[in-house]
């Protein structure tokens, strides 16, 4: 498999005039072309910055403060404006976490299709209907909404307009920050089999950003779960789902219910995330971790172990194993 | 279509209210048009000159309420408002039929100018906030706006017509030039209108450069605005076919709202150039307590906002989708 995305050392935030939120933190992964990524994590742990910050929408006060996005061999932090716009849509898409409001209200679906596929191609009129037309039946929305408003659509419909957005110029790589938080859970596994479906179709690569870890299991190929603006662990979703290293991400696994078996008992993860205005000397998840080494974790900032091929972890109970498969 | 029908009843409804009122309000206030013309005369009329008089403005004591308020109605609908005090013996609709052509023109036009230059200047100032320009212009669009406009009209007058004369002082055209539809006309009244007409853009541009920005501001930080930059199209189309075209909806009614109240003038700009509009006139007829005047043109004015009103809600169907099904 070709890469696709490598983002390294990334750091990004927002300036305010008193202080400075650092929401993602050195964050380092790869993406394979093709390959559906999962990012997970709960709100605030910079999930969204990190999404917006790589394709290069983190407005003012948001700001990319460090680090190295390579897409399909181009530096995109390093990029002028307008060639980075014209990589736009044609070489990666974004879907938005408020996708219900993305819709310009007070222009047809239709003019709002065609712009983007005709500013970077140059597709004659009487293809785009053609084109639009064949999108919205890839997502199981009538045809005759081209004509429609975007509130005359419901929620699940819209978002799946903005899905055939996406997909309209065949992308690279779809960026899906939360696309389905707002709607509820039997249209979200169906919009979610519908994607996976479509990416299969056409081989694009995906990022999925989610705080539902849940959603995540069953569908994506890697899962890279996220705490305080750092990743803390990443690996192939079933090695993830059989055994999460990283305490936090066995609190999250263990925060929703199995479908069958007993009913159990759920776990939360006591606590709150860390305050990001400031630097946390040793590891993020200290003040919440259960099987936290006092003297250890609370000091150094822990590294990232791998444990098996393409499982890594950054947790201090693992440093031994580290240790010595380095041996 | 049924949005239309809903926007007919309501525009007829009012306008029949506003009418009565406007029928009742004068009937309330102590003295009549015809007391207040007899007074003018010294005593000097006879009865039945008198009697005449109040026949002539409708205000016939002996008959009851309801007849009169019928004869109002059917004078009205046939456009009879009586005839003027203050410009005695003329009738009050060839005063007004003199009158709304100048403040249409002079009013209408800086309204319609205003607008657009302080709308403009909303979308660029608010899309280029951080520039050096927008610092720039909006504090002296926030400062001349601020001014009061009928002072601004006397400084500007003074300045440009008095002192240096480089424009006329009074009037709407110069009197040395032939009537009729000719070029000298044409440029003469242009060259009149130009102070009085600067003085309404240059004071009202601000409130709508303000609006217009505030509006744009907020739309920006919409999610649509953000999605429109991540399909990767031009900023031109982001800032007009998303931003702006959410932008100018709440800045639309205001303009249909001014456009209204063009009929009433520019009051105190007409009076300090001796603009003969219905600013002028209505200043003239509350001067000589002219009540069939008066009255004739406040009904003009609450038909003329009633008007674009209506039509205002009529075309914020076709700019606002949502509002034509009725839904959010």
Known sequence: MKTLLKVKDFNAGYVLTSQRIHAVKNVTFKLDNGEFLGIAGESGCGKSTLALGIAGLLNPPGEVFSGEVEFDGKNLLKMKNDSLRKLRWKEFSIVFQSSMNVLNPVIKIKSQMFDAIQY???MPSNHLEERAKELLELV???????EAYPHQLSGGMKQRVVIAMALSLNPKLIIMDEPTTALDVVVQRNILQEIDKLRKKFGFSIIFITHDLSLLVEISDTIAIMYAGQIVEKAPSTKLYAKPLHPYSYGLMHSFPPLVGKRQRLHGIAGHPPDLTEDIEGCPFFERCTKRINGVC?????SFIEIEPGHIVACHLYDEEGESSAK | MKYVLKRITFFIVTAWVALTINFILPRMMPGNPAQAMIAKFHGRLNPQAIHALKIAFGIDVQKNLLLQYIDYIKRILTGDFGISLSFFPSPV??????????????????TVIAFSIGTLLGIRTAWRRESTSSGIIIPIFLFLNSMPYFWFALLISYLFAFKLKWFPLVGAYSLNIPKGFNLARIASILYHAILPACTIIITATGGWLLTMRNNMISVLSDDYVAFAQAKGLPDKVIEYKYAARNAILPSFTGFAMALGFVISGALLTEIVFSYPGIGYILYQSVLNLDYPLMQAIFLFIMIAVLTANFIADLFYALLDPRVRTGAE
């Open chain 1, 298 to 302: 609370d000091k150094a900032k822990p």
């Open chain 1, 140 to 146: 199981n929305v009538s045809p005759k909404y081209l």
């Open chain 1, 120 to 122: 970077h191609t140059n």
């Open chain 2, 93 to 110: 609709n060839q005063i007004l039929s003199y009158a709304i052509p100048w403040t249409l023109g002079l009013v209408g036009v800086s």
